[in-house]
């Protein structure tokens, strides 16, 4: 039985080696959604879209102006009091977490 691909334990050697060659060079990103008030434009919009955008980190954003709600997607968590400090230098309030 030795040239089986199967463990002992019931797990599969190739199997393993699948699995470890298909997650390689993935990169888990995190989405964190966030309230807004003062967003009621297309401006509104591009400029948040901009200044949180240009956060490192930072892969996308999605500005909803029916929910108030900003969606900021990226390679980590993102620092809450960073993304607070550019919403409001734009003029806008975050108001937490969504």
């Known amino acids: 039985m030795s040239s089986s691909c199967c463990s002992t334990d019931g797990s599969c050697s190739t199997t393993t080696a699948d699995s470890a ?20 434009c297309g401006h509104c919009k591009a400029t948040l ?35 607070a400090e550019v919403v409001d230098e734009a003029g806008y309030e975050l108001t937490g977490r969504a």
């Open 21 to 40: 060659t298909a997650t390689e060079g993935v990169t888990t990103t995190v989405t964190t959604t966030y309230a807004v008030s003062g967003m009621t």
């Open 49 to 83: 879209t901009k200044v949180i955008g240009e956060l490192d980190g930072v892969t996308g954003v999605d500005v909803d102006l029916d929910t108030g709600r900003v969606t900021v997607v990226g390679a980590a968590e993102p620092d809450d009091t960073l993304i």
